[in-house]
């Protein structure tokens, strides 16, 4: 029985591929209305297909205004 409560992020499929290498380990958004938060379980989805290629749990969050990133 499918679990609705899992909340999911799609990925394009070249993220997706480095996501399973291990060589992907953070990601970020704009404007998110998923309200996700530490302990989420999440679905991970080709942006293309919608097909889910991993399940993953947030181990952390950190907020930042966009005016703080930089371009180093």
Known sequence: MENKNIKTLKF?????EEILAGRKTATWRLFDDKDLSVGDKID????????????????NV???KLKDYSRS
């Not at 991970?44 to 181990?59: R, T």
């Open 12 to 16: 394009r499929r070249s993220l997706a």
């Open 44 to 59: 991970f989805l080709i942006w293309e297909s919608k097909e889910k290629f991993a399940e993953a749990e947030i181990l």
């Open 62 to 64: 950190k907020e930042k």
